[in-house]
């Protein structure tokens, strides 16, 4: 539990283009083990699981921002 809340709490300190930019790397990282795992050639399969995941951890947190920012 504490490397998620140590992930999360990084998450929450970065700039929104920061988010942005790290989701871009997500999903390019994403599509690579994509292609990988298509071609048998995945070293760490529980990458794939771990990237899905923080994909939606950065969503959720762009998410709540906009919804924020739209309330104010």
Do not use: W, Y
């Amino acid at each position: 539990m504490a490397k998620i809340d140590t992930r999360r709490s990084d998450l929450v300190a970065k700039t929104e283009d920061q988010l942005t930019e790290e989701l871009g790397n997500l999903k390019r990282e994403a599509f690579n083990l994509r292609f990988q795992a298509a071609t048998n050639q995945l070293e760490k399969p529980s990458r794939v699981r771990e990237v899905r995941r923080d994909i939606a951890r950065i969503k959720t947190l762009q998410t709540a921002r906009a919804r924020d920012a739209a309330a104010k």
